[in-house]
């Protein structure tokens, strides 16, 4: 049966927002928030019978809010709102970004607040629904007034104008339309403002990146449990009472999920056994990873509540002492620094990672492993390339990470004189995940290489079967191939949270 999400403007949530973004789940307007659409647009109408100047309904944009629009012109200002908006620059968005944007567009307006017609929010959603993905442009936001150019990029098929992709083909807005059976519809008044004024390229990669992220966070507990039973480990450091007496909760769930991995391993040893400590990329896993789970709560907080938001700018307050108020809910300050911080503590999630890769490719460090986790050195360059790839992307995440949302530059002749540069961080957070996971997935096929060196079969629950998930994927090598293949194979693995699920398939969720 087909996968149908219900939008009402209140209880959408990030996997509901994956489920049509990612994996192409039907769209619905709740039955109940119908009205509140029709009565916000009934407002509108009759603000302009009532000839009173509002801004975004009669009046120009931004610094021209003090230019009336007579009523002949309403039509041709919203047009023309589009069309100069719609000037971004750069590679086009994925397909589930746009996907993303579209549906959280239309669920804001769903509230109730923006002042639409109805057939507004059902062409958007109908597009969604025939797989009509308009060509956004994926630069030249700075995240206030809204995300006003990929948004207008968004808008421009649905007047017919603009490219879109329709099964698989990219067209004019005008042909994907008419192939998809939805004909063009004619902005009225308010209406452009309210589909282009909102944050919703921010959020469109904003909650994918948070999706991937949350799950990336578990599977790095899961790669670096398989390496430090891969290294005979010390175990004492995962003790639930060094990590209770430090009560930071994301360090004391780490330490659990690793005590959990770890379970019934025979290769992991005590403190003394073999040797007194560990290096820091194993014995802090639990200070380390947790502290990115920590900062990783109030990201997922952030974007849950920006998911069920109103973002556009005037919003309408219909009722017997109805308003149109005009303030700033369209800046993008709040995700931009939440998408500033998941940069950051992805970032250092890969850091660690590499610093793993590292100790099991280098024989100075890696406990007894050959070289590069090879059987016959200097014929065979085995591991080594790999972790100059770790160490690429783990370089390039540095420079990725810097905060964008420190940064404005005043536009709209100083009327907009700060702005968030959010879109920018959420672009930049999205890029920062790909490339952490590409970091795991290369730890993760370093790590089952190392394990084949010792007693795979003495691995604990749950590391044994992250090596189990990548040996069924990816071969023990035994002397140089042409490695992207099977890095292809581990990155998906990772990314499609397979890792994950067969992983708690036999320890239970973990935290």
């Known amino acids: 049966m087909e996968k149908v999400i219900k939008i009402n403007g209140n209880d959408l949530t990030i996997e509901d927002v994956v489920q049509v973004a990612r994996f192409g789940a039907k769209v619905e307007i709740d039955e109940k928030q119908k009205e509140e659409i029709l009565k916000s647009r009934a407002y509108v109408e009759d ?15 931004g610094k ?28 086009p968005f994925d397909t589930e970004i746009v996907r993303a944007m579209m549906v959280l567009r239309a669920n804001s307006i769903c509230k109730g607040f923006s002042g639409v017609l109805m057939t507004t929010v ?18 030249g936001s700075v995240g206030s007034s809204g995300d006003l150019c ?37 902005l009225k008044a308010k209406e452009g403002l309210a589909l282009i004024n909102g944050t919703q390229a921010i959020m469109g990669n904003a ?35 060094i990590n209770l007496i430090r009560p930071h909760q994301g360090q004391i769930d780490t330490a659990e999920n690793m005590r959990r991995l770890l379970s019934e391993s025979k290769n992991v040893t005590k403190q003394g056994e073999v040797r007194m400590q560990d290096s820091y990329s194993l014995r802090c896993i639990p200070q380390i990873h947790g502290a990115s789970r920590i900062a990783f709560e109030y990201v997922k907080k952030a974007v849950e509540v920006e ?9 309408i307050f219909p009722g017997e002492d109805g308003a149109c108020i005009s303030g700033g809910n369209f800046h993008g300050q709040p995700i931009a620094i939440a ?70 530059i005043p536009t709209s002749a100083n009327q907009e004189d700060h702005v968030s540069m959010g879109t920018i961080g959420a672009r930049k957070a999205r890029q920062i995940v790909d490339h952490a996971q590409h970091v795991i997935s290369i730890e993760l096929m370093c790590a089952a290489q190392a394990a084949d060196f010792g007693e795979a079969d003495k691995l604990g ?32 693995v990772i990314k499609s949270g397979e890792l994950l699920d067969r992983v708690e398939s036999v320890v239970g969720e973990l935290k």
Do not use: W
């Open 122 to 139: 059902e062409c958007l959603i109908n597009m969604l629904n025939e797989g009509v993905h308009p060509i956004v442009r994926s630069k």
């Open 47 to 61: 603000a302009l019978a009532s000839g009173q100047a509002i801004y975004g309904i009669n009046t120009g944009f």
């Open 207 to 241: 909650v994918m990146a948070t999706y991937d992220a949350e799950k990336l966070l578990k599977q790095a507990d899961i790669v670096s449990a398989l390496t430090v039973d891969a290294l005979g480990g010390i175990i004492d450091a995962f003790d639930e009472r």
């Open 339 to 408: 998408m500033d911080t998941l940069g950051i503590l992805v970032s250092e999630i890969a850091n660690v990672s590499e610093r793993r890769i590292e100790k099991m490719v280098n024989p100075a460090l890696s406990h007894g492993l050959p070289a590069f986790l090879v059987k016959h050195g200097g014929i065979n360059d085995g591991f080594m390339i790999p972790q100059y790839v770790a160490a690429a992307l783990v370089s390039e995440n540095k420079v990725l990470a810097h905060p964008a949302s420190v940064d404005s």
């Open 150 to 186: 990929p948004l207008a990029h968004m808008v421009l098929p649905m007047i017919g104008e603009g490219e879109a992709e329709y099964k698989g083909e990219v067209l004019s807005g005008a042909e994907a339309m008419k192939r998809a059976g939805l004909k063009p519809i004619t």
């Open 307 to 315: 998911i069920n938001s109103v973002t556009d700018n005037p919003l």
């Open 64 to 91: 021209f809010s003090t230019v009336s629009i007579s009523e002949e012109e309403l039509d041709l200002l919203q047009k023309n709102l589009i069309y100069s908006d719609a000037c971004g620059v750069g590679e």
């Open 461 to 492: 629950i749950g590391s044994k079967e992250a090596y189990k998930v990548l040996r069924e994927n990816v071969t023990f090598m035994e002397n140089d191939r042409i490695f992207y293949p099977d890095m292809d194979k581990s990155f998906e």
